[in-house]
Nanobody
Framework: VQLQASGGGLVLAGGSRRLSCAAS????????IAWFRQAPGKEREFVAT????????SYADSVKGRFTISRDNGKNAAHLQMNGLKPEDTAVYYC???????????????????WGQGTLVTVSA
């Protein structure tokens, strides 16, 4: 399975952006999908995750209420709708996939073995 993240770019604070994660090579309907982000000089951190069925989305406290994760199993894709963007949201955003369900709603990087190449989101004040 290969993951391709897209949709990044420059946005003003308070604006919105929709990221997409397209999977190829295999159907990812049975995979848990997550978004992580990595700001310059910082560790990759969890943003949001969604189960294979589309149920039980979970978010980092820093984005809860502003970001929405979704998936379209028919198109083998997942999305991250980001609203109310802040300068501190600036980072490279990565989508990850893990076969099956996770035992945690706060996964770490090591819970995912498939990663896309990342897409840069820059939020200017």
């Amino acid at each position: 399975v290969q993951l391709q993240a897209s949709g990044g770019g420059l946005v003003l604070a308070g604006g919105s952006r929709r990221l997409s994660c397209a999977a190829s090579g295999r159907n990812v309907n049975a995979y848990t999908i997550a978004w992580f982000r990595q700001a310059p000089g910082k560790e990759r951190e969890f943003v949001a995750t969604i189960s294979w069925s589309g149920d039980w989305p979970s978010y980092a406290d820093s984005v809860k209420g502003r970001f929405t994760i979704s998936r379209d199993n028919g198109k083998n894709a997942a999305h991250l709708q980001m609203n109310g963007l802040k300068p501190e949201d600036t980072a490279v955003y990565y989508c990850g996939a893990s076969l099956g369900s996770l035992a945690t709603t706060r996964p770490t990087r090591s819970d995912f073995d498939l990663w896309g190449q990342g897409t840069l989101v820059t939020v200017s004040a």
